[in-house]
Each structure stands twice: as C-alpha cells, then as structure tokens.
C-alpha cells in the first residue's frame, strides 16, 4: 500500500512477505512461531511437512523485511516481545496498534440471533460455544475442545459446540474426530460464512483455545456481540480478557477446559453479565480509535519523530 502524506510516498507492506517497505505491518512472527510453539501443533504427515515448510519459508522472508523496514507495527504487546527477542535490532522501531473492531456491525442482534439458534437445531436449555477460525483447526484448539466436550458426557451438561469457518477437506477431518469420540450429536459445523454475526449471536459464549495469536480479531468480534470469552493466554488475550469478569483463561488441555465447563454449568447465570463487561471491553478498540492511531503514527512518521536513527 502507498500513504501519501504530504509530498512524501509511504510504501507500507501487510505481512512480512515484502522486503523493500517503509512501514512493515506485522500480524505473525513464524520464527518465534516455530521455536516456540510448533511442537505443540498435532498435525502429522503432508499437512504438518508442507505448514512447516510455509513458515520456515515466511521466516526467511520476515527476517529482511524487518531489517529492512524504518518502522514495524504490530497488534500485540506480545508480538512486539517476540519479534525484539528474535530480531534485537527491531528494538527501536517496534510499536504496537491494536486491531479494531466495528462494534456497531457485531452489536448483538438477539431477534437474529435467536431465530439462527433456532435454524441450528439449538434449545433454550442449551449453552452453545461459538468457536470460528478461516482454517488450521488444530492450532485454534478445536481438537480440544471435541476432547472436552467428550469429557463431560457422563455429567451431561448440554454444552454444544458451534463451527464457524473451515473448508471442506478440514471439516471432514473434524468431523470424524467429532463422531469417534462420540459427540457428533454435539457439535454444528456451519462452515465458512460471510457474515458471522448471525452465528455468533446464537451463542453463549465463545471460545478459542489457540496455541498460537497475536491479537485475534475473531476474539473481539466475539466480545462485541457480547459473549464471554473462553481463551488460552497469548498475545493479546492478556491485553483485554480480565478473568472470571468478562471470560476466562485456560490451561490448553482437555481436562481443564472440561473443568472450567463444568464451574461455567454450575453459575450460568453469570453468562449475562459476563457478556455485557465482553462488549464494553470491545469499545476500547473501536474503527474510530484505530484510525485516529494510524493517523498519528503516518504524521510523525513524515515528521521523523518514529524512526530509529
């Protein structure tokens, strides 16, 4: 992307893919990723081979366009930590804007909300757990989450899973783990959809045990159309979920996330208030604050006030 501001050109750049910009906007770091997190992904044969391979591949890429860049911007404290200890040299021109969210846009619809419920297959009695990603279902912790779920029979709380997102070769593979540990019956998988907001005002609550993030956005969506948040702690996460008063954190492991479930069953009425603390957390990180962020950030940038000399 090019900013003009004033007579000078911004080359900005998404990703860490191109090497030659001014501004490098930063949402992953695979070099902290595979040092730090990869072993714990459960992806076996060509799947795990061609992953690997990618961020290997982005690694690579990422080390020049951030020695390269007089600025990069990210949307975590979190990555700013990794990105310094993996790149030292990054230290100076490292600064952090979180994503935005359009509170407005996600502002629970509950008429819409209940008859998509309804349209699921979903009772009044149940508590469904929203959980939504584009893809790579293993590192969100869907697997997890089925294994919680499966867990729990034996108290039958009626907790129901709902999937948003997904293709379909990950689907089937989801699927089938659904149905081996024998709750299928428990488990909606909507698929990719355009507009999630219908799918997250049917839930309770949302949930996304990842091992991996730097600031998801599902999450703050998610937060806006006031649902509580089940989440593991990475980056960003610990920036805006408070424990216990608008979500709650997990260990990454079934048997704990079948714990919390359990205590979350037995004082549901907290789901309510829970979910109200969730959206006045989302305004925080409204369109409106983002861009007047960015605006600063491209005037002191023509004014050399942000880059290392």
Wanted: proline letters at 3%.
């Amino acid at each position: 992307m090019r900013q003009e501001e004033g007579s000078k050109t911004i080359v900005q750049a998404t990703s860490g893919q191109y090497t030659q910009c001014d501004i490098c906007y930063a949402h992953f770091c695979h070099t902290a990723y595979l040092a730090k997190h990869w072993h714990k992904v459960n992806v076996r044969g060509i799947r795990k081979f061609l992953r690997r391979l990618n961020h290997k591949f982005n690694a690579q890429k990422e080390k020049k366009a951030f020695s390269s860049a007089k600025l990069i911007v990210v949307p975590s404290q979190g990555l700013k930590r990794e990105i310094q200890e993996c790149y030292p040299s990054t230290a100076k021109k490292l600064m952090a804007i979180p994503n935005p969210v359009d509170t407005k846009r996600f502002s629970r619809d509950a008429e819409v909300g209940h008859n998509q419920r309804n349209a699921l297959g979903f009772t009044e009695a149940d508590t469904v757990i929203a959980f939504a990603a584009l893809g790579d279902f293993e590192r969100k912790g869907l697997g997890l989450l089925l294994e919680a779920l499966s867990l729990l029979k034996r108290d039958a709380p009626r907790y129901k899973i709902l999937v948003i997102g997904g293709r379909g070769p990950e689907i089937a593979l989801f699927q089938k783990k659904a149905s081996q540990l024998g709750v299928s019956g428990q488990v909606v998988f909507a698929g990719f959809q355009k507009d999630i907001r219908p799918y997250l005002w049917a839930a309770d609550m949302f949930s996304l045990p990842s091992i991996y993030e730097t600031f998801s956005l599902v999450c703050m969506q998610a937060a806006a159309a006031r649902l509580p948040l089940l989440v593991t702690s990475f980056s960003g996460s610990d920036e805006y979920v408070v424990d216990s008063e608008n979500g709650w954190f997990i260990e990454r492991s079934a048997t704990a996330i079948a714990a919390k479930l359990q205590d979350i069953d037995a004082n549901k009425t907290m789901l309510e208030e829970m979910g109200a603390n969730a959206e006045k957390t989302a305004h925080r990180y409204s369109q409106e604050v983002f861009q007047e962020r960015w605006r600063n950030l491209y005037h002191n940038f023509t004014a050399r006030k942000t880059i290392a000399k």
